[in-house]
């Protein structure tokens, strides 16, 4: 059972907020859907060797390796474009985010 | 009109790509209102486009590849320049600043792109009443979801407004809703098409691939967009017989695997695939076979994808792009800007992701689902060693009404039971249309069913595929 506290706690986890209405429906709907995968219990997976189940990729993957070379990726002005919050410092653009430290923020 | 009878029309001069592009762009004012397929229209520039490859054309250039083809793109997809959003507020004002590989590869073949298109946002859903631009309606009975998530994609095809799309596919999006349209949809081998530029929802599983009318269209579209690319790891260069375009015959033997025809399918849905085995029957050998894990498909699905959601989304948290709200402290931009900007069954996926990836859980629930997943994908390789390709229903019920399943997660996530073990395999399938199913209110609806092949043989669903499909001239 999943309780209250759980789902606050993993809101906080997550970063991602619910209305009270949602939250209520919430928990309903993550009981239904742990419910319904409880069913994996009873799959027999003995015969699983760990090391395939780690590399449980859809295809058969190996690692390829690229030479190491320094390439230079043109920064395309939409991508400054599509920031948030920016300004002309007079030396360049300067990308503005919220305060990380202390609980002054933006 | 079908990618091929337009080639022949434009060869012969019977039609010009101008025309034809502003044929569809009428219909598309006049029709998007009831169907709400496309988010955005790029009139202007399908119409200069269009006119460039008419003078290349009429300088003496013959009509190859994709020239002057209408194709309708998923939300998304990045092109270069535009709006993409995945049908979200989040994204609502984000510009692509590069081309998705699939795009380089289509504007090189001369495709023209019509517009993007209405999805489940983040491709989150099997209805596309997740996006946050209103639900697209299904082109032969409005009162009845298009699927999804390529909802969008699918009913534009349907519809007749778009000669072709782009769609992808995690757990069944661009296969359910081309059933449910009426429509050709081909989701390839995992790693024959680069992600490039193709939002990632959960990773492992995600491919994009064509809507078409046709398979012979799907096919020359595929052909055009796989292939190694230096910014998907796991894309490949394909090799065999798909890669040569073998054209003489690679199938023989077909199988039927039981699980796919228990109750839970619409006995409709059934008599039309019925028909068609024993139809195939009199030149191929049909093989009744087993797959034993399908039954823990769906629950396995749905650990690996909330749990690769959960790191995904993490990327949308209003600092980068998109959306930014305010707050006392990080914290709460980070929450009130994903509250606000994320529609519920994305933060349901991301908060379930969450919980099955945390401290106490991880064993019971992603590990023993990495173990399963094992265990289909290997049902799938033995099933190949008897049969070629496997025959399966595409969804377990015809178009379902808007608004009958929203309320519902989990019903809403059963509608994709058929279509999930293939891309948890990696293998390649095509659903395409294969009949009419009458409803009480004398609405008739489409009836999709799947060719499953093994990985990298998408050449066996292109054979027996256009064998079916003649069947209907």
Same mark, same amino acid.
Do not use: W
């Given at each position: 059972m999943i309780s209250k506290e759980d789902i606050e706690h993993l809101k906080d986890l997550a970063r991602v907020e619910f209305g009270e209405e949602e939250t209520k429906k919430l928990a309903k709907d993550m009981q239904d859907i742990l419910g319904y995968i409880d069913i994996l219990k009873e799959a027999d997976v003995a015969g699983v060797a760990s090391a395939s189940w780690r590399m449980a990729y859809s295809i058969d993957l190996k690692n390829v390796f690229r030479k190491d070379e320094e390439i230079t990726h043109p920064l395309p002005p939409s991508l400054i474009d599509s920031f948030p919050e920016k300004f002309d410092s007079g030396h360049g653009t300067y990308l503005k985010v919220p305060a990380i430290l202390g609980e002054k923020s933006l | 009109?079908?990618?091929?009878?337009?080639?022949?029309?434009?060869?012969?001069?019977?039609?010009?790509?101008?025309?034809?592009? %502003?044929?569809? /762009? =009428?219909? *598309?004012?006049?029709?998007?209102?009831?169907?709400?397929?496309?988010?955005?229209?790029?009139?202007?520039?399908?119409?200069?486009?269009?006119?460039?490859?008419? *003078?290349r054309i009429q300088s003496g250039e013959t009509p190859s590849g994709l020239m002057g083809v209408p194709i309708a793109v998923k939300d998304n997809i990045l092109i270069r320049g535009h709006i993409v959003s995945a049908a979200s507020k989040i994204l609502g004002n984000y510009v692509a600043s590069y081309d998705a590989f699939v795009i380089e590869r289509l504007k090189k073949a001369g495709a023209i792109f019509l517009g993007r298109t209405n999805m489940d946002e983040f491709a989150m859903g099997s209805s596309t009443e997740n996006s946050a631009y209103g639900p697209t309606?299904?082109?032969? =009975? %409005? &009162?009845?979801?298009?699927?999804? %998530?390529?909802?969008?994609? @699918?009913?534009?095809?349907?519809?007749?407004? @778009?000669?072709?799309?782009?769609?992808? =596919?995690?757990? &069944?999006s661009i296969r359910q809703p081309a059933a449910f349209c009426g429509v050709v949809g081909l989701k390839p081998t995992y790693g024959a098409v680069s992600r490039s530029g193709l939002m990632a929802m959960a990773s492992s599983l995600d491919q994009i691939g064509p809507i078409t009318q046709t398979v012979a269209d799907a096919e020359a579209i595929f052909n055009v967009i796989r292939g190694k690319d230096e910014m998907d790891a796991t894309s490949v260069e394909l090799g065999g017989p798909t890669a040569k375009r073998r054209t003489d015959?690679?199938?023989?033997? *077909?199988?039927?695997?039981?699980e796919y025809f228990t109750d839970g399918l619409d006995q409709r849905i059934k008599k039309a695939i019925d028909g068609t085995i024993e139809k195939l029957g009199k !030149?191929?050998?049909?093989?009744?076979?087993?797959?034993?894990?399908?039954?823990?498909?769906?629950?396995?699905?749905? *650990?690996?994808?909330?749990?690769?959601?959960?790191? !995904?989304?993490?990327?949308y948290d209003g600092i980068r792009y998109g959306v930014r709200k305010e707050g006392i402290n990080l914290l709460e931009v980070y929450k009130k800007s994903r509250g606000e900007g994320i529609g519920l069954?994305?933060?349901?996926?991301? /908060? /379930?992701?969450?919980?099955?990836?945390?401290?106490?859980?991880? =064993?019971?629930?992603?590990?023993? @689902?990495?173990?399963?997943?094992?265990?289909?994908?290997?049902?799938f390789k033995e099933a190949f060693k008897e049969v070629d390709v496997i025959l399966a229903p595409t969804t377990p019920t015809l178009p379902f009404k808007i608004g009958e399943k929203a309320k519902d997660p989990l019903s809403m996530y059963l509608s994709d039971i058929y279509t999930i073990p293939v891309n948890l395999a990696g293998i390649p399938a095509i659903s395409l249309p294969i009949g009419w199913a009458e409803e009480e209110d004398s609405v008739k609806l489409p009836i999709g069913m799947q060719i499953i092949a093994p990985h990298f043989e998408e050449n066996k669903l292109f054979e027996l595929g256009k064998i079916i499909e003649s069947w209907k001239q």
């Open positions: - | 009109m079908t990618i091929t009878e337009f080639h022949d029309a434009l060869k012969n001069k019977k039609t010009s790509v101008r025309e034809t592009v %502003s044929v569809y /762009l =009428d219909k *598309i004012k006049t029709e998007n209102k009831k169907l709400n397929a496309y988010l955005e229209v790029f009139e202007k520039e399908a119409v200069a486009q269009a006119e460039e490859i008419d *003078i309606k299904n082109p032969h =009975d %409005s &009162g009845r979801v298009p699927g999804g %998530s390529s909802g969008g994609s @699918a009913a534009a095809v349907g519809g007749g407004i @778009a000669m072709a799309s782009l769609g992808s =596919d995690t757990g &069944g015959r690679q199938v023989q033997k *077909i199988g039927v695997p039981r !030149n191929y050998e049909i093989v009744e076979l087993s797959l034993p894990h399908t039954k823990y498909a769906l629950a396995c699905y749905y *650990i690996i994808v909330p749990a690769e959601v959960s790191s !995904n989304m993490a990327r069954e994305v933060r349901r996926r991301i /908060l /379930l992701g969450t919980y099955v990836l945390s401290h106490g859980y991880y =064993d019971a629930y992603y590990t023993k @689902a990495q173990k399963v997943r094992v265990q289909i994908k290997k049902d």
